[in-house]
């Protein structure tokens, strides 16, 4: 008897709250996807509205991730073995939100890479910006380390104009299980500047559930995006400085070694 798929859907929320100069809080309901890369071939076969690199109500497609040019857990397995995290043998579980009608925006996506004993072993932070731009941040998880993982790693990739450079990124997370969990904290030299969290709850990937996530959240890959500029509009109405988008980093990963926030980059 085969085991069950661990692809899977999670339903639930996405918050952020900035703390300075001015308050301000965000909190939409979302959907997320859950792909054991692994089982991307069987879901494509088994599933009659979700697809891999072709058009569906959702998909997955490679040119979102990634370097854009080959599978994603392919390139994952590139920066874990610059990085000389051995996870051979094991596998890699990406959460994002998915294409829906051919459209998808994702401000940070999530690898959780396992070894072959099936444990945590590093997590890959994928970010992207509004111009198009991506940037990842690769953070090893310690054997034997206790839940939450927690990482945290200096700011190197611009997302907001609202937000200097000169920041820190603290994450907290569990593997995806029957609950979703994920925070993030951004710091500066003033302290807690802000505060991201989504949350959800699992639910099988089967055809029945796809349509469901559909009709409930029909426009939600062009709301998260809407959002983000409807919020952006809000925060410079309050007054809030607008800081210069610098050049991105000269390579796409940046390799954060165990147990603080300095890093080397990755090619």
């Known amino acids: ?21 001015r308050r301000h809080r965000l909190n939409y309901r979302v959907f997320t996807l859950y792909v054991d ?59 994002c939100y998915p294409r829906l009608l051919g459209y998808a925006f ?33 953070m090893r998880v310690e054997p ?5 993982v927690r990482h945290r790693c200096a700011k190197r990739f611009h997302v907001s104009p609202f937000i200097a450079m000169e920041a820190t990124y603290h994450f907290r997370l569990r ?26 709850e699992r639910t099988p990937l089967t055809d029945a559930r796809l349509v469901a996530a559909l009709l409930r959240y029909p426009l939600m890959t062009v709301k998260v995006i809407a959002g983000i500029h409807w919020e952006a509009l809000k925060l410079w109405l309050k007054g809030v400085a607008v800081h210069r988008k610098p050049a991105p980093p000269a390579t796409p990963v940046t390799i954060v070694p165990a147990g603080g926030p300095a890093e080397r980059e990755g090619r």
């Open 175 to 200: 593997p995806p299980g029957e609950r979703l969990s994920i925070a993030i904290a951004e710091t500066d030299a003033g302290g807690p500047l802000l505060h991201a969290a989504t949350t959800g």
């Open 106 to 138: 994702n401000p940070i996506s999530v690898y959780f890479c396992f070894d072959s004993c099936d444990a945590l072993a590093a997590v890959l932070y994928e970010v992207h910006n509004t111009f198009g731009e991506r940037h990842s941040y690769l």
């Open 1 to 21: 008897m085969s085991a069950a798929p661990r692809s899977c859907l999670y339903f639930g929320t996405v918050m952020h709250q900035r703390l300075r100069p």
């Open 37 to 95: 890369l692994d089982e991307l071939p069987a879901l494509h076969r088994r599933l009659r509205f979700f697809s891999h690199n072709r058009f569906n109500l959702l998909a997955l497609h490679d040119a979102d991730h990634g370097d854009g040019a080959q599978a994603p857990a392919a390139w994952v397995r590139q920066q874990l073995a610059t990085a000389g995290i051995d996870t051979r043998g094991g596998r890699i579980g990406l959460l």
């Open 144 to 148: 034997g380390a206790p839940e939450p």
